[in-house]
């Protein structure tokens, strides 16, 4: 029994030792010889200090303990250097088992030694792994969480605090998703959350976190799941991207494509309206040319009747070319400074007889003068065109409500800072959706039913208004009215102008003149010398600015007056105006367009030189008569 005993001694996977009661050893085994690094031989019959000086101190007080008091001491731990080992510290877990003799007497302590220098450097290098995952997971710059098999949060990064605006006790042990919008919670618990249970990985889902001030961020999600032994979900680690400035920024820059888009198709719808619009007006002032020279010689009444509807038609038709001419900023206008207040007073009348009795019109005016500098045909059609659109918004009737006031504007993308006037249109009528009021300026854009609008009339105040520096806001909700909110530069109040009083008609030039006609199309050309010639003056007539020269050079008499179409094809009326004045210094000068796209460079068309597409023939032959009136 005593040689199974020693083999087991000797066999053990510890370190073993007997002491006696001098601290010496007794008896030891390989093991602990070997942690040691003293043989066995040199171990027998010394102390422990002689053998392990530098754990003595710590051993020995243990080891007189159990002596004097036959208990036990179990699993204390010890560190210092081995012999076997000089310079490391190494470290030991050490029991002292008392050896008793009848029973009672202890003659020995019984030492067990084992190392845990590997173990305890691992934990040590794993708490220290821990501590900087944990600082890593904690100040990120990136948002964090961590959700265990419930999907209540267990952990978050500073930065998810921090984004999110809460401290950490609100948040660790709530479900994630009770940080979501409605619309991302249902999404995650019924779609996301199952398939991530069950695969472990999910990337780039987007959600919308709502902030403890109720802000809501745009999120990129994506996560892994950390599993146990047996497979089951433990916990997630998630990364949360906040992508609300890139969403902002990618719908501006949405927005301002579409703007692009908006602008690019309205200047080429602008220009082929412009177009149109222009030959449009040389065919009306041949229609109302002729039907003029026609009604002096109709006796029979009827056939007066139906040329004067003729001329009516003529020029209501003018008055639609003049709309989309000012929707394509091609229209020759002659802004002056004018108080919109005392507009708006002036139309009020007119307002009033044209919307109907079912409608409510409110005027509050600022009190002071809102100056603005823009033609005043234009002022009105605004005014009228914002009122007959509210009218028709209103078919059971409601309160159509017109202000004003000044307001300052600061730096802004659309405007240039300064002062303005702020013409604001108001009704209780049907409002809008948003689709609507996306194509609102468009022309011929309508949402009345067929034959009760051109789609012209709020594409007329679009662009009269950009034409004068300014722009228009639009407020509606669908069943909630409407808001149109017109802003013009604010002009100085002592640049206010007086109403200029036109002549009376005349039939006759006041001073025998001889006209030079340029005029590219024939049948304008054709109506405006016979309407000349009628009235008496001589008319040199020719298809452009080079023909027009030539026929002035053969002529021998003077030229009193050039009547030029601003344009043509070939030489530009300028250049005819300053040929014909090289030899004829007094020509006096009238030019005829429907717009007027002068270049840099081209002649500056003054309100008295100009006759304005399509006219009447009265009104060309006043125009002539007030600057023959002039002439010297």
């Not at 209780?428 to 012209?456: C, H, I, N, S, Y």
């Not at 001889?514 to 009628?534: N, S």
Request: net charge negative; glycine share 6%.
């Amino acid at each position: 029994m005593h040689l199974i005993f020693e083999e087991l001694f000797q066999r053990a996977p510890v370190g073993l030792a007997l002491i006696d009661r001098e601290l010496r050893y007794l008896h030891i085994n390989d093991r602990l010889s070997s942690i040691n690094g003293v043989s066995i031989e040199a171990t027998l019959g010394r102390s422990i200090r002689d053998v392990m000086p530098a754990v003595a101190d710590r051993v020995e007080p243990m080891i007189r303990s159990v002596l004097q008091s036959g208990r036990a001491l179990e699993r204390v731990e010890i560190s210092g250097e081995t012999p076997a080992e000089p310079g490391r510290w190494r470290k030991f877990v050490t029991s002292y088992l008392p050896i008793l003799l009848g029973g009672s007497t202890v003659v020995a302590v019984a030492v067990v030694v084992e190392e845990i220098t590997a173990r305890r450097d691992a934990e040590a290098a794993l708490r220290a792994s821990e501590s900087r995952h944990r600082y890593l997971y904690l100040r990120t710059p990136a948002m964090m969480h961590s959700i265990d098999a419930e999907g209540r949060l267990v952990d978050v990064s500073e930065a998810w605090l921090e984004r999110m605006r809460y401290v950490r006790d609100e948040v660790i042990g709530r479900r994630s998703v009770e940080f979501m919008t409605p619309e991302s919670q249902d999404y995650a618990t019924q779609e996301v959350l199952p398939a991530y249970f069950r695969t472990g990985v999910v990337e780039d889902i987007p959600y919308q976190f709502v902030r403890k001030d109720g802000a809501v961020l745009d999120i990129l999600l994506s996560a892994v799941a950390q599993r146990d032994a047996e497979g089951d979900f433990e916990r997630s680690l998630a990364v949360l991207v906040d992508i609300t400035e890139r969403k902002r920024a990618e719908e501006a820059l949405r927005r301002s494509e579409a703007q692009l888009r908006q602008a690019q198709k309205m200047e080429a719808i602008g220009r082929l309206a412009g177009g149109i619009a222009h030959d449009f007006n040389n065919l009306l002032l041949v229609i109302l040319g002729n039907a003029e020279l026609m009604m002096p010689q109709l006796d029979e009444p009827s056939l007066r009747t139906s040329a004067e509807q003729i001329v009516g038609a003529a020029q209501r038709a003018a008055t639609l070319t003049r709309q989309i001419l000012t929707f394509s900023r091609q229209q020759l206008v002659e802004p002056r400074v004018l108080d919109l207040n005392e507009l708006i007073r002036e139309t009020e009348s007119l307002l009033c007889r044209l919307l109907r009795e079912s409608i409510e019109v409110v005027i509050d005016l600022q009190p002071a003068a809102c100056c603005v500098c823009v033609d005043p045909g234009q002022a009105t059609q605004i005014l009228m065109n914002l009122a007959v659109n509210a009218s028709d918004a209103m078919p059971n009737g409601g309160r159509l409500t017109i202000e004003t006031a000044t307001v300052n504007i600061e730096a802004a993308d659309h405007c240039e800072p300064g002062k303005y006037v702020l013409l604001t249109v108001t009704d209780t009528g049907v409002g809008m959706d948003t689709e609507t009021q996306a194509r609102l300026f468009e022309p011929f854009f309508t949402t009345k039913e067929p034959g009760r609008g051109t789609g012209l009339g709020l594409a007329t105040v679009h662009g009269i208004v950009c034409q004068n520096k300014g722009w228009v806001r639009v407020h509606s909700t669908p069943g909630r009215g409407s808001n149109f909110c017109v802003y013009l530069p604010w002009a100085e109040e002592a640049e206010l102008e007086d109403d200029e009083v036109e002549g009376a008609p005349v039939s006759a030039p006041l001073l025998p003149a001889t006209i030079l006609v340029a005029e590219d199309d024939a049948m304008v050309r054709g109506v405006v010398a016979t309407a000349l010639r009628e009235a008496g003056y001589t008319t040199l007539c020719a298809g452009d600015a080079d023909e027009a020269l030539r026929m002035m050079r053969a002529h021998e008499g003077p030229i009193d007056i050039v009547l030029t179409d601003v344009v043509m094809p070939g030489t530009s009326a300028s250049k005819l105006v300053d040929g014909v004045r090289q030899r004829h210094p007094r020509a006096q000068v009238v030019y005829m367009s429907g717009y007027a796209p002068l270049q840099p460079g081209e002649v500056q068309i003054e309100a008295k030189d100009f006759l304005r597409k399509p006219f009447t023939m009265d009104e060309l032959l006043r125009k002539l008569a007030a600057l023959r009136s002039t002439a010297t």
